[in-house]
């Protein structure tokens, strides 16, 4: 057939160019001839003079990496002559660009290999190409990237949009290929060059690219066979074949499937119009950023970039000089930058960027192979006098004697980009930019008018700790002299193929299945030249393609990989304002009125309902202070209210806002849904504990469900406890063997005997497990007999009573959270959130309520070191809190450390509205955080007892898995 043929003459020719461009990067010279050929271009002939010249085998390569970007690929003849000398010299920089895809190979011992090896030749001496093509088709697209994004210097933007061409598994979208032309035009006519002989020769899209085309079949058995097909096969062959036959048609071109089929799969040539799928904006992430922008220009200009089109060379270089580097617009920049690059956890293996080594649990955003050879070529492109920004050209000195360390910490801080401060800037403080500056910058060059000091305000205009790098930190190497792998970093850097999230492994192997400490899991793009990934089959909240500010539509990921079933949301007015005395409050404010937190959400105030204190009290008022809501008496006689939620009296859940007839007394858990039995006679009647943060009365909260009663049970593994400590596959299979459920997760030893335990949501479990499977921390052993009181005066309370597990923590300042008893070392996050946005959610998404454990399950996919784990609840003042544990037994300095800095990476995401989180449903109905953390970390690791028994337990229970991810 006709596609079949050109797809082999396209495969051949993008070999050829695949090849070309390894050969860029491989090559090297041995003869004069080779710089002579270089005669009109004196940079080139300059640097193969001095690859000719150098005795140093380290040097040799890294003038191997720079070649590139002095001797421009149309120089086929140079380039043919360097490739053909200079054998057995190891062609490779330190900063090889193959390291990132080792974890795509298949055999351990090519793995293994792959991350010893320092080319792509050692590789082939243990890999076969025949097994791992999924490893050597990221390697050449590395390689290919490498060479064609080296072309934009210092330019941000333009490298970011040549890298995501290089990004992805399939065919680059033509939108993507457009914004390079249109943004990188002025900056490289060579990057343009480079990357149309990339992407005019690439093949196919992947096959579920391609998913879209199965809904255009009118026959539904068709679509089915269609999704089967495009997710199980890979070659044209078999995908054709399979089609034919599923579908009982032959591809003509008239019919709608092989109609979307083959211009889904022809190249991208120019000329060639490909229909994509319903857009979704070119970039929901980053349009959602634009709202944050402080000026209608930046507004405008961000809405052009990133909604249904690219805008024109002129909107990219306007947006890049007007606001790239603006101080007012740094919120905006700042959740940019977390769209293109996340803050994650841990940083090491760079072979340049040595001092940023050895850092489990500080955040970076950009710490790879490719940040790092980055940082080696600025400073080679500094060496020559000048440092290229958008706007300016700062000249300086001989870098290679003024100051080198100092600047070599700069360039490393600039590509890793480390997140310091919460802010998650990447700016260097003002006053290291002044005093390199003033030590090292050429000062009688300097642009007319600027100094040192007026170059730093326009660069790094702060000091604020909060919101810059301090270079003094990345001055010396880690205090943490070798890696201890106390905490371990599974998805960083990214193990899993281009079109698939990377979540860590916390439910354990089953014997028989490769055990990986991460899974990857198929995702969908939040628009057509996005790289930003959600998890497949998870509701996404994205701004209206149009841009319109305050416009929202929801979405599903679907199997096809793309955002299904969009339904438009009411715009929300965000120029509305709130009145708090005699002043106004903009939309997404927070502020303190008393001791309650409060912000100011289109036009309503959403506050905390903490009870407080005024200065004016008499000691009367502050002995008899509680704390409790509405200042309730410290009295433990439970209510359980129609919400699921247990309130330690009747007081309180009044205070709270529930009716007389919305609440009962005793506590929830020991309420039986099931009786008397709600379900009919052909269905089971199951518990289904929940505390629900929706409003009950619209969309209940009901605490049981009704199940058929299923002959044959499915095999899924899910394992479950019954109330005689009996393991069952699933919950299935409990109740089909007439069993009570007693938690979720496999049988525990340790909990066998049963003994109750009060856990901080002030419900009393039978066991540790029962706690645990409900994403529950244990407070205290026993029955729940007390309510933390939150007063400062008020020291005779029923909590003296209670004994606390021990805490043993040398330098560990515990927290204790609302309503609790005991102290723990733990961060912690008092979460305020808007109970309309979670109502609007219900109501125009499936109608059921959303729960607590709903917004636990979403956080903790977000929690990167599997040494922390995520418990929480509803406070009794109506927050949710969440608490970032570590699980070991005995966990180090080190790993509480590690939750402390998780606990202030989700605070941050949060009260900064950031898409990493505001992309998801129900999270963006987050509003405002306080974290609070229990640990500052000492320059001594030390290994430290904490809660004992506690945190035995935890690790127990999440290798078992009490809950899926």
């Not at 399939?170 to 900056?187: D, H």
């Not at 991208?268 to 944050?292: E, F, M, N, R």
Request: glycine letters at 6%.
């Amino acid at each position: 057939m006709r596609w079949r043929t050109e797809m082999a003459l396209v495969t051949a020719l993008r070999l050829v160019v695949v090849a070309a461009g390894a050969a860029l990067v491989w090559g090297a010279a041995d003869t004069s001839s080779c710089c002579y050929l270089a005669k009109d271009n004196l940079m080139c002939r300059d640097v193969c003079e001095q690859v000719l010249t150098t005795k140093s085998e380290s040097r040799l390569k890294h003038l191997l990496q720079r070649a590139p970007e002095y001797c421009p690929e149309s120089m086929v003849e140079v380039w043919g002559c360097m490739n053909s000398s200079l054998p057995g010299i190891p062609k490779k920089s330190d900063g090889w660009v193959g390291l990132g895809c080792c974890e795509l190979a298949i055999v351990v011992d090519c793995r293994r290999a792959c991350k010893q090896a320092s080319s792509k030749n050692e590789i082939l001496k243990i890999c076969r190409r025949e097994y791992e093509n999924a490893l050597f088709s990221c390697i050449n697209r590395n390689e290919m990237g490498s060479v064609c994004c080296s072309y934009a210097g210092r330019h941000t933007n333009c490298r970011e949009y040549c890298q995501a061409i290089f990004r992805t598994d399939s065919s680059p979208g033509p939108s993507q290929i457009k914004a390079v032309e249109n943004y990188c035009a002025s900056v490289s006519p060579q990057l343009i060059h480079c990357v149309n002989n990339y992407t005019q020769s690439y093949p196919m899209r992947n096959p579920i690219d391609s998913l879209y085309c199965c809904e255009r079949a009118e026959d539904y058995a068709c679509q089915t066979a269609c999704k089967r097909i495009l997710m199980s096969m890979k070659t044209e062959l078999e995908i054709v074949d399979g089609l034919i036959d599923g579908c009982k048609t032959m591809p003509l071109p008239q019919d709608p499937l092989w109609q979307c089929f083959l211009e889904s799969s022809r190249s991208i040539h120019p000329g060639i119009t490909v229909h994509p799928p319903p857009s979704t904006g070119l970039d929901g992430a980053k349009l959602h950023c634009c709202s944050k922008a402080n000026s209608s220009t930046c507004r405008d200009l961000c809405t052009k970039l990133y909604s249904t089109s690219w805008g024109n060379t002129q909107s990219w270089q306007e947006f890049d000089h007007v606001c790239e580097y603006n101080p007012v617009e740094a919120s905006m920049m700042t959740c940019l930058a977390d769209v293109r690059e996340p803050c994650q956890l841990g940083c090491k293996n760079l072979t340049y960027c040595t001092n940023f080594n050895n850092r489990p649990t500080e955040l970076f955003r950009s710490c790879n192979a490719q940040s790092d050879q980055g940082a080696m070529n600025d400073m080679k492109l500094w060496e020559k006098g000048s440092i290229k920004m958008p706007f300016m050209n700062i000249p300086v000195l001989d870098i290679k004697k003024c100051q080198p360390e100092l600047w070599k910490a700069i360039a490393c801080s600039l590509q890793i980009k480390p997140c310091h401060s919460k802010s998650r800037g990447s700016i260097i403080c003002k006053s290291d930019c002044i005093e390199i500056l003033k030590k090292c910058g050429d000062q009688n060059k300097f642009p007319e008018g600027h100094t040192a000091g007026s170059i730093c305000e326009l660069l790094s205009p702060t000091d604020d700790i909060e919101n810059c790098i301090p270079l003094d930190t990345y001055l010396n190497s880690s205090p943490i002299d070798t890696i201890v792998e106390e905490v371990t970093h599974p998805c960083n850097p990214n193990p899993c193929p281009t079109n698939q999230l990377c979540e860590v492994n916390r439910r354990g192997c089953q014997s028989g299945e490769p055990c990986l400490p991460y899974f990857c899991i198929q995702g969908c793009k939040l628009g057509e030249a996005s790289d930003f990934l959600v998890r497949q089959g998870t509701l996404i909240q994205v701004p209206s393609s149009t841009g319109e500010v305050g416009c929202y539509k929801i979405c599903t990921c679907g199997q096809s990989g793309l955002l299904e079933n969009c339904m438009e949301m009411h715009c929300v007015d965000l120029q509305k304002t709130c009145v708090v005395g005699s002043q106004r409050k903009s939309h997404g404010t927070s502020f303190n009125i008393g001791c309650n937190v409060c912000s100011c959400v289109a036009g309503n105030l959403i506050c905390s309902i903490h009870q407080c204190l005024n200065e004016h009290s008499s000691e009367d008022e502050r002995r008899m202070f509680t704390g409790l809501p509405c200042n309730c008496a410290d009295q433990f006689v439970p209510v359980c209210g129609h919400n699921g939620r247990t309130y330690p009296s009747a007081c309180v859940a009044r205070c709270v806002g529930l009716l007389d007839n919305q609440f009962e007394f005793g506590l929830c858990i020991s309420k039986d849904p099931c009786s008397p039995n709600p379900c009919s006679r052909t269905q089971r009647c199951v518990p289904k504990r929940q505390v629900c943060l929706t409003s009950f009365e619209k969309f209940g909260c009901s605490q049981h469900e009704c199940v058929p009663r299923q002959l044959i049970c499915e095999q899924t593994h899910e394992p479950v406890c019954d109330t005689e400590n009996m393991e069952h596959i699933n919950i299935c299979t409990l109740y089909q063997r007439g069993k009570m459920l007693a938690y979720k997760g496999s049988c525990q030893l340790f909990c066998k005997t049963v003994e109750p335990v009060c856990g901080h949501n002030g419900e009393t479990y039978s066991n540790v497990c029962a706690a645990y499977s409900d994403r529950v921390a244990v407070d205290y052993y026993g029955q729940c007999q007390a309510v933390g009181v939150l007063s400062d005066y008020n020291f005779n309370t029923e909590c003296a009573s209670v004994k606390c597990p021990p805490l043993v923590a040398k330098g560990c300042k515990p927290v204790t959270s609302p309503g609790s008893c005991c102290p723990l070392c733990a961060g912690m996050l008092k979460i305020l959130f808007d109970k309309d946005k979670l109502d609007t959610f219900a109501k125009v998404t499936n109608k059921k309520p959303i729960t607590i454990l709903d917004i636990l399950q979403k956080i903790r996919l977000h929690i990167s070191v599997p040494q922390c784990d995520v418990f929480g609840y509803l406070s009794i003042e109506t927050e949710i809190v969440i608490l970032i544990i570590p699980v070991d037994k005995h966990p180090k300095a080190l790993q509480i450390e590690a939750c402390n800095k998780e606990a202030e990476k989700i605070d941050s995401l949060i009260n900064s509205d950031s898409p990493t989180l505001a992309s998801h449903v129900p999270l963006s109905a987050l509003i405002t955080s306080q974290v609070q953390i229990s640990l500052k970390l000492s320059s001594s690791i030390q290994t430290i007892p904490l809660l004992p028994l506690l945190l035995f337990c935890l690790l127990i229970i999440l290798s078992e898995a009490l809950l899926s991810t």
